[in-house]
């Protein structure tokens, strides 16, 4: 959806780096885990056959490194949502999986549909990387990806690569991290069918027929889905942009699809095509057409060609992915329409020590809509060469990346980084890498009118067609400890960005894009997950500072838009027959960003999610959400959910 844009955030002078006190609180748990102690208890646990480790040891990512490789060995931050974990999100989108994970911060002008946005360690949606499949997927109007309108259960895995890293393995806007996103159906291992059906409050319904042949190298998946709900009434009484007529409840419905099919013709080639696909309505608030709504579909789908012979490795892909939307604030519609059309090869080679992997790729972006843009097409080509060994005593990574832009030119970005055993369980590490932004279509063309409603006057925005990308310096250092219990990583980052993109208010009130002189962007984020036995705990905990300054400015000023604390913690029971986890989220205090003057309140949320499994073929699966019903923005004027629960039944044929 795009019918909205962000505006300025207010930054207000405030000391820099300020730990809170749940920081010193939640650090204390490096002690527990970063002992002798802990892993000689471990160790002979293990040794008595008590352990029961569900830890990602044996978790591959392919985002972090663009080949397969164990998280473990992994220098960047790295998270793999797989599709176990997935089940938990029954119903809803990609944005609801990652919400409360380490370093991320959602925000959403109401319930499931509506525009959202999101940032992680401090840094925009913007300077965030979306791959579906390997294809990128993003808005070329508003400059990210809309994962509200994604649903969760077309897709087998989240893979999120944090920091900047991912800009010399993927290019343009990816300063903050990767999030890469695998269709459903990829990773199947039987045939099945499986019917899922659900239902829940704000009469939300959901069905979704799946169907996977699996036989002698041949995959076929294919997944239809609905998801229906009535929704809540997204506008707040704090809004007063909102009319009369926008008292009734603002509904939400999808109706996705979701396709697989590779064959192995042997030990060295695989072919296959796989996609998925959304395409939903949304219910809105603002203005006094009766029937304001926007239509939207969103998706990616490509082919592929892959090849393996001894050490060497070979791998084309040509893929496409859309973000459309129509938008009804009157009776003729506005109209945003991106599609991404990409080719991909990729060659890897393995050494004597550690692989070397090389690239091409060719990205053409389109842009077609109502928008009065005078450019709507920009290409980009781009070369890669990276190098990755993984060792008993050392891991390490070096990548650089060229990409040459029709709008921009050419820009270089590269990462080095490594990783040392300073004791068999225990890792510490860095990295540096450089990065870049490519302003947006609308940071750039767009443009709409100010309005007055009841004797207030809502700025309208003009572009700025003579901004520069912006370009980043990143840092990145942890400690990880590891063993068949748990694994505890803390990881300190640093960005220093310059000419960074902000918003500005023009002398008229309207709003605007300029250039600043430089930001710097600082935290530490913990992340800490057991398993005992059959007792799963952890947390995740993240502490960020974001300050700027123009080029008139001696001084930092801190943006206070930012959460500076994020955090979760979660228990969990999992016994063959079923399993529980309660979660318990925290969002600091921040301002809203659009109403500068307005400052949205700290809040945490209670969630508890179930599954029973009655026999082999049938699973009932439930959430209840926000248990304690607390009354909570993240965009100033717009409700989110109170409580809200949903249950649902899959019957699987194998």
């Given at each position: 959806?795009?019918?909205?844009?962000?505006?300025?955030?207010?930054?207000?002078?405030?000391?820099?780096?300020?730990?809170?006190?749940?920081?010193?609180?939640?650090?204390?748990?490096?002690?527990?885990?970063?002992?002798?102690?802990?892993?000689h208890a471990a160790t002979s646990e293990a040794a008595n056959g008590e352990a029961e480790s569900t830890l990602p040891s044996l978790t591959f990512t392919t985002t972090a490194t663009k080949t397969?490789?164990?998280?473990?060995?992994?220098i960047a931050q790295t998270t793999v949502i797989d599709e176990e974990q997935l089940q938990r999100y029954r119903g809803q989108s990609v944005l609801d999986v990652l919400r409360g994970k380490a370093?991320?911060?959602?925000?959403?002008?109401?319930?499931?549909?509506?525009?959202?946005?999101?940032?992680?360690?401090?840094?925009?949606?913007?300077?965030?990387?979306?791959?579906?499949?390997?294809?990128?997927?993003?808005?070329?109007?508003?400059?990210?990806?809309?994962?509200?309108?994604?649903?969760?259960?077309?897709?087998?895995?989240?893979?999120?690569?944090?920091?900047?890293?991912?800009?010399?393995?993927?290019?343009?806007?990816?300063?903050?991290?990767?999030?890469?996103?695998?269709?459903?159906?990829?990773?199947?291992?039987?045939?099945n069918i499986a019917l899922t059906l659900g239902a829940g409050s704000e009469d939300s319904y959901k069905g979704q027929l799946t169907g996977q042949y699996v036989n002698n190298g041949t995959t076929?998946?294919?997944?239809?889905?609905?998801?229906?709900?009535?929704?809540?009434?997204?506008?707040?009484?704090?809004?007063?942009?909102?009319?009369?007529?926008?008292?009734?409840?603002?509904?939400?419905?999808?109706?996705?699809?979701?396709?697989?099919?590779?064959?192995?013709?042997?030990?060295?080639?695989?072919?296959?095509?796989?996609?998925?696909?959304?395409?939903?309505?949304?219910?809105?608030?603002?203005?006094?057409?009766?029937?304001?709504?926007?239509?939207?579909?969103?998706?990616?789908?490509?082919?592929?060609?892959?090849?393996?012979?001894?050490?060497?490795?070979?791998?084309?892909?040509?893929?496409?992915?859309?973000?459309?939307?129509?938008?009804?604030?009157?009776?003729?519609?506005?109209?945003?329409?991106?599609?991404?059309?990409?080719?991909?090869?990729?060659?890897?080679?393995?050494?004597?020590?550690?692989?070397?992997?090389?690239?091409?790729?060719?990205?053409?972006?389109?842009?077609?809509?109502?928008?009065?843009?005078?450019?709507?097409?920009?290409?980009?080509?781009?070369?890669?060469?990276?190098?990755?060994?993984?060792?008993?005593?050392?891991?390490?990574?070096?990548?650089?990346?060229?990409?040459?832009?029709?709008?921009?030119?050419?820009?270089?970005?590269?990462?080095?980084?490594?990783?040392?055993?300073?004791?068999?369980?225990?890792?510490?590490?860095?990295?540096?890498?450089?990065?870049?932004?490519?302003?947006?279509?609308?940071?750039?063309?767009?443009?709409?009118?100010?309005?007055?409603?009841?004797?207030?006057?809502?700025?309208?925005?003009?572009?700025?067609?003579?901004?520069?990308?912006?370009?980043?310096?990143?840092?990145?250092?942890?400690?990880?400890?590891?063993?068949?219990?748990?694994?505890?990583?803390?990881?300190?980052?640093?960005?220093?960005?310059?000419?960074?993109?902000?918003?500005?208010?023009?002398?008229?009130?309207?709003?605007?894009?300029?250039?600043?002189?430089?930001?710097?962007?600082?935290?530490?984020?913990?992340?800490?997950?057991?398993?005992?036995?059959?007792?799963?705990?952890?947390?995740?905990?993240?502490?960020?500072?974001?300050?700027?300054?123009?080029?008139?400015?001696?001084?930092?000023?801190?943006?206070?838009?930012?959460?500076?604390?994020?955090?979760?913690?979660?228990?969990?029971?999992?016994?063959?027959?079923?399993?529980?986890?309660?979660?318990?989220?925290?969002?600091?205090?921040?301002?809203?960003?659009?109403?500068?003057?307005?400052?949205?309140?700290?809040?945490?949320?209670?969630?508890?999610?179930?599954?029973?499994?009655?026999?082999?073929?049938?699973?009932?699966?439930?959430?209840?959400?926000?248990?304690?019903?607390?009354?909570?923005?993240?965009?100033?004027?717009?409700?989110?959910?109170?409580?809200?629960?949903?249950?649902?039944?899959?019957?699987?044929?194998?």
């Amino acid at each position: 959806m795009r019918y909205s844009c962000q505006t300025s955030p207010r930054f207000i002078k405030k000391p820099f780096f300020n730990i809170h006190p749940m920081t010193q609180s939640v650090l204390v748990i490096i002690g527990m885990s970063m002992t002798g102690v802990s892993a000689h208890a471990a160790t002979s646990e293990a040794a008595n056959g008590e352990a029961e480790s569900t830890l990602p040891s044996l978790t591959f990512t392919t985002t972090a490194t663009k080949t397969p490789t164990l998280v473990k060995n992994t220098i960047a931050q790295t998270t793999v949502i797989d599709e176990e974990q997935l089940q938990r999100y029954r119903g809803q989108s990609v944005l609801d999986v990652l919400r409360g994970k380490a370093g991320f911060y959602i925000k959403q002008n109401g319930g499931d549909g509506t525009l959202s946005n999101f940032s992680i360690r401090g840094l925009s949606a913007k300077n965030v990387a979306v791959l579906i499949d390997g294809i990128r997927y993003t808005s070329l109007s508003n400059g990210y990806a809309e994962l509200a309108l994604l649903p969760a259960d077309q897709i087998d895995r989240i893979e999120v690569l944090y920091g900047a890293s991912g800009s010399s393995l993927y290019g343009a806007d990816a300063t903050a991290g990767v999030i890469q996103i695998f269709t459903k159906g990829q990773n199947a291992q039987q045939s099945n069918i499986a019917l899922t059906l659900g239902a829940g409050s704000e009469d939300s319904y959901k069905g979704q027929l799946t169907g996977q042949y699996v036989n002698n190298g041949t995959t076929i998946s294919l997944s239809t889905g609905y998801d229906k709900t009535n929704g809540i009434n997204i506008s707040s009484p704090n809004n007063s942009y909102a009319s009369s007529i926008d008292s009734d409840k603002d509904g939400f419905n999808s109706k996705n699809i979701s396709f697989v099919a590779k064959h192995r013709y042997n030990d060295n080639i695989e072919v296959g095509i796989t996609g998925m696909k959304a395409k939903s309505n949304s219910d809105l608030d603002g203005g006094n057409y009766q029937d304001i709504h926007a239509e939207q579909e969103n998706g990616s789908a490509n082919g592929f060609i892959n090849y393996q012979q001894d050490k060497f490795s070979a791998s084309l892909k040509y893929g496409e992915s859309i973000d459309e939307s129509k938008s009804y604030f009157s009776s003729t519609p506005s109209e945003f329409n991106t599609k991404q059309k990409q080719t991909n090869l990729q060659l890897g080679y393995q050494l004597p020590v550690g692989q070397i992997i090389g690239g091409a790729e060719y990205l053409k972006q389109n842009f077609d809509g109502d928008a009065s843009y005078t450019n709507h097409d920009r290409n980009t080509k781009s070369g890669f060469l990276g190098y990755q060994v993984s060792q008993p005593k050392y891991d390490a990574q070096a990548n650089i990346r060229y990409d040459k832009n029709t709008q921009y030119g050419n820009k270089t970005t590269y990462n080095l980084g490594g990783a040392y055993h300073v004791l068999p369980n225990t890792r510490v590490g860095a990295s540096y890498a450089t990065g870049f932004r490519m302003p947006s279509f609308n940071d750039l063309y767009g443009h709409s009118e100010g309005s007055s409603w009841d004797g207030v006057y809502y700025p309208g925005y003009v572009g700025n067609e003579n901004l520069k990308a912006e370009t980043s310096k990143n840092w990145e250092a942890f400690i990880e400890h590891s063993n068949a219990y748990q694994t505890t990583r803390l990881t300190g980052f640093q960005s220093k960005i310059e000419d960074g993109i902000i918003p500005l208010t023009l002398a008229s009130g309207d709003k605007t894009r300029t250039n600043r002189a430089e930001t710097k962007v600082k935290g530490v984020t913990l992340v800490s997950d057991w398993t005992v036995n059959n007792t799963l705990f952890g947390l995740s905990y993240t502490n960020q500072s974001v300050e700027g300054r123009n080029a008139t400015q001696g001084e930092y000023t801190t943006d206070n838009t930012i959460p500076k604390n994020t955090g979760l913690i979660y228990l969990g029971y999992k016994q063959p027959k079923f399993d529980i986890r309660s979660e318990l989220e925290y969002v600091d205090e921040r301002h809203d960003g659009y109403y500068t003057d307005k400052v949205l309140d700290s809040y945490t949320l209670l969630n508890l999610t179930g599954n029973y499994y009655i026999n082999p073929y049938l699973t009932i699966s439930s959430r209840l959400n926000n248990l304690t019903d607390k009354d909570y923005e993240t965009v100033y004027g717009y409700r989110q959910k109170g409580i809200n629960s949903f249950i649902s039944l899959t019957y699987q044929w194998f």
